[in-house]
């Protein structure tokens, strides 16, 4: 079994998957069940100064593809968090994060309310501006209250995102997380004409597998842009396999929320169980070995790949044909229930090793 233990800023967690702040971390009950169904720790709702008035519906699921979301910060007041909620978040031992926004007098207001709760913070800004002085002002504020970790974290459309991380660690970041749900975005209901979500303007925040792409870009460019500083992964963690991508990514850790609205608690754990398998079947014995393995790799190609590259038919193939349905160059054809490559058509576009439903095909990636 492989060491899936993690160190942040001085959290300890036993494992890297841990339940990011939205309606899977709004109360004390739902984050210790989270813990007890395998999270390794939870970053509680994000609070703010006032409580927040979400417009309803605010949350639906498009069948595991995408998932649009009104949500804003926590319904209830930062002081009945501290009344009612933090000291009864945690199942275990576990670090228990904070979650904060979104302004610095925001930032003023809750940290010395909240402190001795607190482990870490994260603190969310929503700043996609090129000029991030109010990220900036937002984490010296938190600065001012605490010298526990503050951990920041990146809407989705920031200009340059290796500076960015560069900047938030020179002025003190512990931590940064990728992303925010992306948006805003539209999906309409054709029975009513209706958008699902009940803002204003029916527009929604986009979260779940579609934005795990996005993520990833953003985790990579933010893990190449810090030195010292850890990196937590979030938005369309769903599988172990997920986690795996984070991680070779350059994340330090997952959160997960989306999947834990859509299944439940017992994601959390399912998502570990896989993690290990993939693991061990791997050969890994500890994270360290894939954290940012796909930076070092891409360091050493020196230049984009124009060659074509045939696919190669490894054993398990059981004739289905999707191979030649999906291909756009008509270069496949089946010969005794076996794909064949005509090499003057195949354009090496891959499109034929990610429809084949046993992986036998397979294309090298430089």
Not at 117 to 126: R, V, W
């Amino acid at each position: 079994m492989a060491d899936l233990r993690v160190t942040l800023a001085g959290l300890k967690y036993a494992n890297p998957v841990i339940v990011g702040a939205g309606p899977t971390s709004k109360d004390a009950d739902i984050c210790r069940e989270a813990v007890e169904n395998g999270a390794a720790g939870v970053v509680a709702k994000t609070v703010s100064s006032e409580p927040a008035k979400v417009p309803k519906p605010c949350m639906q699921d498009f069948k595991g593809k995408y998932f649009l979301n009104t949500e804003l910060w926590s319904e209830y007041s930062v002081e009945y968090w501290v009344e009612k909620e933090y000291k009864k978040c945690k199942f275990k031992d576990e670090p228990l994060i904070i979650g904060m926004g979104y302004v610095a007098a925001d930032i003023e207001k809750v940290v010395p309310l909240v402190d001795k709760f607190a482990d870490a913070y994260e603190i969310s800004a929503h700043y996609v501006g090129r000029d991030i002085t109010p990220m900036l002002e937002t984490l010296a504020a938190a600065k001012k209250h605490t010298k526990k970790p503050v951990f920041m974290k990146i809407s989705p459309g920031i200009p340059d995102i290796s500076e960015t991380a560069r900047i938030l660690e020179e002025h003190g970041a512990d931590g940064l997380v990728a992303m925010n749900s992306y948006g805003p975005c539209l999906s309409i209901d054709i029975e009513t004409g209706m958008p699902y979500m009940g803002s204003n303007t029916g527009y929604g925040w986009l979260s779940g597998p579609a934005i795990k792409p996005i993520m990833l870009r953003h985790v990579f460019e933010l893990a190449k842009g810090v030195k010292n500083i850890p990196v937590f992964a979030v938005g369309g963690i769903s599988t172990g396999k997920d986690v795996v991508e984070a991680f070779m990514a350059g994340a330090s850790a997952v959160q997960v929320c989306t999947q834990g609205i859509i299944e439940g608690p017992k994601a959390y754990g399912r998502i570990v169980k896989e993690l290990n398998e993939w693991m061990d079947s791997h050969g890994y014995e500890n994270l360290d070995q894939i954290k940012g393995l796909t930076i070092k790799k891409t360091k050493e190609r020196v230049k984009a790949n124009y060659e074509t590259n045939i696919p190669e038919l490894k054993d398990g193939c059981i004739g289905c044909g999707i191979c030649v349905k999906v291909c756009p160059y008509h270069a496949i054809k089946l010969e005794d229930k076996k794909p064949i490559f005509n090499k003057e058509l195949c354009f090496g576009c891959g499109v034929c090793t990610s429809q084949c439903p046993k992986n036998v095909l397979d294309i090298i990636r430089y």
